[in-house]
Structures are given as C-alpha cells and as structure tokens.
C-alpha cells in the first residue's frame, strides 16, 4: 500500500515537473514571436548602420627610411605591400609596407634614377588611377615613369603540397617612351611647374616656363598598323598670361588644362589634334572663401577642389548652363586651418586636407560629409597617399613613415546624401537622383532614397484611390444591407481575392490591362462615369416598377441584380471606346495626350498599377471594414430605426459613426499593405525612378527596387546597405499602419463589449 | 424624384453597386485565367491561307488563328487600304502562330482579314512538336531513313508508320535522357563528391599517400563507368537520328525535320471531337509532367510543381509547431499584462511586414549569417563555393516559416477560443495537469483549426514571389531538391516555384508572344490550387464553428 502511493507521488511529481516544463517551453515559444519581431528590426538595423559611420583610423606599422632629399610624392599598391616614393633628386624608391619573412618594414626593395643630362627642375603625377608620375628638367624635356607591380604566384616545392600558393609582389618601374626624354618646350627653358596626363598613349602636358608661359604640348600617339609600333606627335602652344601662374592641372581625358593665377583660374579647352583655345576665366569667389592657394583634381576628374587661406576647401565642376558648359561653384568645406595640401582617392569622391596647424581631414564631396578630423599622429604630417583599395593610408610625417588602416566603407552615404537633393557632377542643378550603377570604375553612386520613396506614396495613393471607395461601399452593403444568404456565398468570394497571387495580379496588369489602357483609353475613363450613373438609372427604374415585382428582389440582392448592368456598361464603354476617340481624340488619344496636352504616356503606367493593386487592396479592407460594421450592435440601428430615420440615414448617422474606428483600420491596414506590394509594381510599371504625380507614367517603388536590385549588389556595399535601408524604412512605414490599425481596434473590441 | 433621392435609395444602389464590380472582378479574373490557360491545350485548327501582298503577289500562310483584334482603318497605311479595298472604319487582323522558326524572322505574324484570298484547313496538315525552335507546321510528305524515303504520304499506312517511328524517337530519347539524369549525373555527383572529400582529409592534415591513392582508384572506377555510360549515350543518339521527316511547308519547299527533335504529330483538323478531348487532357498530363525547353518557353513546368511543393513541406513543417506553441501561449498560458500585448502587436505586425522585407531579411540573415556560419563549421571543404551560405530551398522555407507564422497563430488562436471553457474546466477536475489537458483534450479539438491555419499558410507561402527571389528561386534549376544521390534531400540547393516562373515567362523571356498561353497556363494551375486550398480551410473552418456550436448548447 505504502510503496503504491510512493509510486503514485512520484507519478504525479512527474506529472507536475512535465507541467512546469511545458509551462516554461510554451511561454519560450511565445515569447519568440516578439524575437523574430524584434531580430528583423535590429538585424536590419545592424546591416544599416554602417553607413552612417564615420573614419577610423589604426595605426599598423611604422618605419624609417633614409632622408636623402626632399620627398615628392609617396604611394602603394593595391594589397598595402609595397611603397614607393619620389625624391627630389630623381631617385624612385620601392619599400616594403609590412613584415613578411626576412624582409622588414622599411626595407628598400629597388632604387631607380631617373637621370637625363639636364637637372631636375619640377615634378608632377597624373591622377592615382593612372599613377604615372614625371620630371621636368632644366633643358625643357620630361620623362614620365610609372611603378608597376607583377603579381605573381610561383610555385615551390613547399607549396606543391598544399596546393596553396602565396602570392609574391615585384615592383618594376615602366617608362613612357622607353624612357628617351620627351620635349615639352621646344626652346628647351627649364620647366618651372609640370603637369601631366594620359588616356593610354596620348599625353598632354602643361607646364610654366619663366614664370608667366604656359605651355601646353599634346602628344598624339599612332600606331602604325603594320609594325604595331607606336609614334608620338607632339604639338607645342605657348601662352603668355599676364602674372605668374600657381597651379596648372590637366584632365585625364586629355581635353583641358587649367591654370590657376591667384584667385583666376583660366580653362583652356583642347581639341583631339592639340590645338588650344581659351574657353573661360573662373574667379575662385575669393571674397566669399578667402584668396585661393591651390588646385587640385578629384577622382573622376569631374571635380576641381580649390584650397582657401581662411580654411576652406571649395568645389567646381562643369554645369550646363545658356553658355554651353561653365565651371560654377558647388559647395566648400570647411578644414579649420589652412589646407598645405590636397590627397584624392583612387575611384571615390573623398580627398584627404593636410592643414597648417597639422591636422588631417577626410571629405567626401557629394555626400558633404565631414568624415575625420585630427591628428593621427604626434608628429607633424608632410603626404599622405591612399592605396587603390581605399584601405590603407601611407602617411610621411617629419619623424618617419607610418601606415593606417582606414575604415572607411561608405563614405559616400550620408543622411543628406539619402534624403535630401544632391548636386551630382555634370547635373545642371541639385536634385534627388537614383542611379545606383553605371559603366565605369570612377562612376559615382547616386542613392537618393526620395525618388523611390516618392513612388512608392504616389503607387500607394493610386491603388487607395481606387480601393478605399469601392472597398469601403462593398463592406458597407454586405454588412448592413445584404440579405445573408447572399452575404454567405459573397463575403468569401471576395476574400478569396486575398489569397491570389499578387504574381499573377501583376503579370495580368503588366501583359493584359496595360495594352488594354492604351489602346482603350478612353473606355476606361468612361466606365468610371458610366458605371454608376447606370447604376442609379437602374436604380431609379426600379423604384418605378410595381411592388409586386420589387418585392422579390428586395434591396438586400440588389447588388447581383446590378452584376448585368454593370457589366452591360463595361462592355458598352469599350465597345464605344474608338468612336470616341476618333471624334474626340482625332482617332488616336494616345498622341492626343502627348502632342495637344503635352502629358507623357507610358504603356504601364499608374494607372494600371492603381487597378492592379487597388484590386490587391479591396479584399483587406473590405474583410476588416464590413467585420467592424458587422459588429456594430444591433440595437442601436433598430433604434435609429424605430425613431423612423431611413436606413441609409441610420447607415450614415449610426452605424457608420460608431464603426469609424474600425475603418479607419481598414484603411490603415490596406495602406499597409499597398506599400508594401512588390510584384505588382514590378511587372506593372517601368520601374523609373522618376517624381511626378502624372498618372499615365510609372514609377518605381521601395519594395520593386530592392527586388530588382538586391540580387546584383555586392554583400556588405553602400549599395547592399542602402537597400536593406530601403528595406527597414518599409519595415517602419508598415509598422506604423499596422499598429495603429491593431490599437484602434482593439479600443473599438472594448468599446462594443461595453455596449 | 427629388425625394426618391432623400430617402438615400440611390446611394445604397450605388454601395451594391460596388459589390458587384468586386464580385465580377474576382470571377471574371479567374474565368478569364481559366480561359486562357486551358484552351491553350485544346489544338486548334490549322489554317492554309493565300494572303495579297502589297506587291501585288500572293503568299501561303500555315499556322493557327492564335488572336484577333479590330483596329481603325485610319490606322493602316494608304496602300494596303487600296488593296484591300477597305470601306469600314474598322478592320479584323489576326495574328497567326505560324512556327518554323528556323526559317522565318517572327514566328507570329498579323494577317488583316480582308486580305485574306483563300482560307482553308486541309485534314493532313500536321503540327509537329518540337525539341527546339518550336512547332512545325506543314504537311508530312514523307519518312526518310539515311537519305532514303522509306514511306510517302499517299501510302496507305503513312500514318501508322509515321507514330510507329516517332514513337520509336521519342522513346530513344527518353532513354537517352534517363541515362543521362539518373547514371551520368550519378557518376558526376560522386566525382564531386571525391573531391570535396580529398580537400576535406587536406583540410584535416589527414591526406596520407594511401587516402591519395585510395581517392584516385575509387576516381578511376568511376571514370571508366562513365564511359560505359557514355558510349551506350551515343549509341542511342546515334539510332535516334536515323529517320526523318520530310515537310512541305508554307513556302511550297520540302524540308527535312530530323525525328530525334520530334517530340509529337498531330493532325488537329482530322480530329473529332473525342479526340480533340482526349488531345486536351493529353497535352495537360504533359504540362504537368515534363521538364519545360526552350528558355521555359515551352513544355511543362514540372519542376516549378515539384519545388514549389516541396518548399511549401518543408515551410510547414516549421512554422506548424511553432505557430501552435505561440498560439497556445496566448490563449492558455499568457496573462493579461503588457508583454501579452506587446507579443499581440508583434503577431499583427508579423502578418502587416511587407513580404519583401522578409525577403531581404532571410538574405542578410539566414543566408548570409547563419549559412556563412554552417558552411564555416561543417563544409570547408568546399569553399570558397558557398554550401548553405547561398540562397537555397532550405532558406526559402524558413523565410516563408517566419511569413506565414501569424497566419498559424490567428487561425489556431480562433480555434483554440472556439473550445468551450467547460471541457477544460471538466478535464482539470478530474486530476489532470494543465498541460495534460492541452495536450489531451485541447489540441486535438483544436487539430482541424490548425489545419486551417496550415492550409491558409501553405496558400499564402505557394503565391508569394517577392521573397523568394532573393532567397533561392531561380528560373531553371539543374537538378531537383530531391534525387537518388546520398542524402536524397538536399536543401542547399536552389528550387524552381510555379509564382517565380511566370514572373520569368511573362517578363524575362525572349519570346513573350510564344510563352504568353504558357504563362496564363501556370497562372491557372496556381490559381487552382490556390483557391482549392483556401476554399478547404474555409470549409474546415465552417464545419468547426457548426461542431462548437452545437457543444456549447
């Protein structure tokens, strides 16, 4: 007896301890819920911030390398191995950046001279992406170098094994013209300031001589189909300028050289066959940004950035305007001090300010952002030069060389960047622009998320325009007036609707409605009037016919009465359709549009996006509208009734007062789910991101453009960041309606539980 | 008058009014999908016409009526005015499927009607189905063996021993298909698999001279397989290319159709309708059965059937326990405090998230971060060719788990509401613990509202598309989820899906006119087997509420 309860107590103490699990594994379970919620909020969250980020710099490694001369210009390769640096006195050398087997940061790997008769009287560099570098010397001659590097992956017997090979770096220097002296001025002066450029085999360089001249000599470069050999033809132009020149800079394309002349820059065009012709005189705005000190080229060579002595970095580029293309002022930075010097980025809008008082700042141009500001290092900064990876800084300070790791992924986003309008190089004037690929290396992202924001409101607003009416009419009639063997058999078929496929909503607008619209354009206008004008016709006609008849068919089967009439209509507005628009619209309303109103038609359109979805839309709010005017209490409308109103003044007077909370939800929830529709606006539409209200064009939305683009952006890019952007401000957008609609009805549950 | 308005009747007409555009849109959507899906199956007449041209000549036309439009007269040029001698504002064109498109520019022409000289549709006016470059549309002179005619068309059992060696073809190339899906491929996995195994023992240090050399043996076992395999391959290419057909076609010139790209003959205008029928539902087993070709232009969508099915399995097999747990959970256990509410508006919000933030959310999350991290830990072996760390069936479902989730928990919730308090409080009486009576009693009432939720998840997850297109669904997929090669199920792979393919068809494909029947066609088949599912639970969910009714009484 006794060891039979003992067995029955630990039965049950099974029993309760099975409870209490379970009581803990189900609230885990619905607790999780919220999780999932909560992780797609912050996991989008955690994929978007970045973005906003600004610089970080780490020092990795630092060295000492020889003082000789005076050092004109530093750089790296593309894996932040190898170094190099100019001197002053010719010398090109190549220096290891890291620690690897015996060799040590600092270690010279290859020492060239670059030497002709004549000595060395000036130094320039193309643009980092070509990073060609040359001297000038005293005899008006020039020799053009560039640091080349072999990437190779030789095999040994250690590597045989393991089928890893390591990759091994040598630098070798490449000349221009097998390294023979090229002319830059015929009277062989020695070239005071050289600058130069190249797009492959052409080169064109600008330098002063004897203060004043500018010179301008244009090598054209043939190939001689036979040999495959290459020949140079130079054309020199000189041209005397009234004061001394500071800064000359030439475009890589090779059609402009501008030369600054204290707060004057002259832009010199150049034609394919080297002939020079002055186009403009810029004034730097020096009254507004102090007097300029230098002039540089961003990436891109769209852009030139102007230093101020009051501290401010200005930016120029060309803007189309009455005559023809004009430098014109786009926007300043502000550096603190005094900007000595100017380092730009291989492929992105960021430059890199060496100010007077030591510090360094990073920019981006388009993005107007501030992104660095400081000392990164103790000693005092001469050059700094980014590899073409943007990932490493290479800096020379006065006590040695140091490399830093930069973080700086996505410079070119910025709030201002995302939401606010944008001056693009080469755009006429500041706009909200998407466009977020293009063809080449230096092209430049433009990720306005207003454009696609506006398309998704302007789709949204079309659908609900078409929605709300006859969603909210339909729920009311079921609701309130339908008889309810009919409402059995009609509020299922309508939720039905819910369930189909937007796919394939979309692909009927997208192949069937859209050449339907335009080509019966004025048949779909004339149903929207005709439609229910026939309706109260009908209507009208059968209050006349006598009671007999119209008891039959009471008010509550009025609607399956009206499915002929309105179909009769449909089928009348079409079939009318091409008279119309050959008496009204000169046979063809299309072109009618276009040539006489002057209103751009696009085959898919928003029209066809507001049906398609609108059609989308229905369902959910006819569902949640016709519950709320469903719920409302009897008693209150057979009151109305009794008082002797008539039902469509109980409909509006009562019933749909008490149930406004409930359709506002509805309302509310369709929005939702409106904006958040993609396959519909994907097939419907022509997915241009364009801003205009205009009806008979596209647009493209939030939730199309992360579809269409998504698959092709690259992991871990501004562009796969400001898509899971576009993705979280959807998040937010729907959020917000959802839960409003949710509170109100859960206020308007409590409200009829108390009535 | 004034007064028949007062008393608002107008404006009720006008509210039933808006029914029944609703209602005429939802059927009319889906009579219209049916339409045109199914009648694509049924053949149509073949067409022989003599049509003027401008240059005054005539040409022959063969090809099916495929659509019809009128347009305005003023639209047409002056010349064509003229030679038709069109007097009416308004002009019938067809456009005609007129195939053969290795000989013509566009296989779809217009043709205007009263151009149309002579129009006739000969019994023996064949449409032959074709591996590639679509239908053929002539009359069959004669069957050629190397070169030599072996039958003609006025041969008494032409026809017969016409299906006899198309018959023959079809099932060489059958064979030769299967050899190529089930050995070959069989062959090839295990090769790659020999592979992955040999970087694996790298990976591990454990690549001894004996594994090299054990690898290498099992690597040339398989190779000399492979060319067994091969040359039976061959062989029955070989065999298949032996007969041809010879076609007269439009042109009036004889052309050679090779019977190992045949895939079917028919005769549409020699059939009654018995045979029209039974053609129909032929050509239907066929859509539903075979691989599609042609840049998904043609054929069937099996394995857009197959991947949608299979993703929609596996999504409910997540997101059913979880669904019933946080169902149970707010209606049995959860108090009424501010978490209760919280969890609420998540389960609202779940249902409101736009499906492509889902989508976006499965590829950062599940595809990127947790499948970077399996294949991290359990298939380094293959990278830097990513195992789970892509988009793949595997993903898919979880993505539509987490989408469909508040469907199962609405659903199961009304359910579980719909048992009346007195079972639970007679079951608890009696001794039972609170689980217990859940376990025992609640939840196998509620089984068939959880069927309903399940029902309504599996439609919901068998439409959406937006998702799907960035977390696995691709528009051709080489191989099937599931196959004979070990483990059979393999979930890293990406899947075809019924949504996603006419997407593709309807706006990706080269030849949107040949493909458009193809993808009103699957829009039906999705269609049906989206309302049947929703009209099931809504089915279930009646009978439910009838049962309940009568307990709580």
Redesign the interface.
Known sequence: MASQSAEQLSANRM??V??HA??Y???A??????V?????FF??LY?VQPIFESVDLKKVNSFELPEQSNVEAVGMEEQAEIGYRFLSDGELQFFSLIDKDERKAGDILLTETIKTGAEITSFGSSLPVNSQYVYGFSDGSAVVVQPKFLVSFPETAATAK??RVERVITPRVEYKNQGEPLTVDEQQRPLQRLAYETDGDGMLFAAVVEQNKLLVTHYVAEENFMTGEVSLTPKYTEIPLNSAIDDIVVTPDLRQVLARRGNRVHVFDVSINGEVSERELMPARSRELGNATGMYLLAGASSILLTHDTGKVSQWFEVPGDEGRQYQYIRSFEAGSPVTNIEVEYYRRTFYTLSENGDMNIFHTTAEADLYRGKPSEATIEAVMVDPRANYLLMKTDQGYGIYDVDNEHPEVSWSAIWQEVWYEGYPEPDYTWQSTGGSDDFESKFSLVPISFGTIKAAAYAMLFAV???L??A???AY??SPSVRKF?K???E??E??????L???A??WLAPLAEAYLPGFISVIIL??LA??V???L??TLPTRIRNKVS?GR??????P???FM?WLSFELS?WV??ILFD??ARRYLTNELGVTFDQRNSLVVGIAMG?AV?PTI?SIAEDAVFSVPKHLSNGSLALGA????T??KVVLLTASPGIFSAVM?GL??A?????IV??ATGNTPIMDWNIFEGMRTL?AN??VE??ESE?GSSHYRI??LA?FV??IF??F???I??FVRQRLRDKYSSM | MKKWFNTGKPWIWLTAGSVSVSLIAVIGLVLMIGWRGLSFFWPSAIHQMTVQQVNGETAELIGEVYDSESVPTTRLNAETIKLGNIESEMVTRYLMKIGNREYVPLDFTWVLESLIVEDKTPADMAVIERTKDGNFYGKIMAITEKGEVIARHTDDNFRQVMFDRVERAVELNDQAMDLQEGEISAINYQLSQLNLERRRLELENALTDEAVADLQRQREQLQAEYQVYEEQLFELREKAKKNSLLVRDFRGEEVTVPMYRVLDVNFPNDMGFFAKTGHFFQQIGKFVSEDPREANTEGGVFPAIFGTVFMVLLMSVIVTPFGVIAAVYLHEYAGKNSVTKLIRIAVINLAGVPSIVYGVFGLGFFVYMVGGSLDQIFYPEALPNPTFGTPGVLWSAVTLAILTLPVVIVSTEEGLSRIPSSLREGSLSLGATKWETIWRIIIPMASPAIMTGLILAVARAAGEVAPLMLVGVVKAAPMLPVDGNFPYFHLDRKFMHLGFHIYDVGFQSPNVEAARPLVYATSFLLITVIVGLNLTAIGVRNHLREKYRSLEQ
């Not at chain 1, 379970?29 to 919220?34: D, E, P, Q, T």
């Not at chain 1, 904006?675 to 396959?679: A, C, D, F, H, Y």
């Open positions: 029993r309760l099975k409870d379970a009581r594994g189900v609230t379970g619905g607790i999780m819920v919220l999932a919620l909560l992780l797609i996991y989008l994929v393991t089928d009416p006859i969603g009419a339909a009311v009639y079921t007036f339908m009609v299922p078929t309508v039905i609707m369930a189909l496929p937007t796919v394939i979309g692909f009927l997208g192949l439609v229910p309706v109260i009908t209507a009208a059968w209050s008010d009025a609607s399956l009465l009206l499915i009439v309105v179909l449909g091409p628009e050959q046979g063809d059609f229905i006819f008539t039902p469509w003044q409909l509006t929830m939702g789910r904006v958040g529709e993609t396959m994907l097939m939730s992360i579809a998504m698959p992991v898509l899971f993705a959807l998040f729907t959020f309606f959802n839960t609609a949710e």
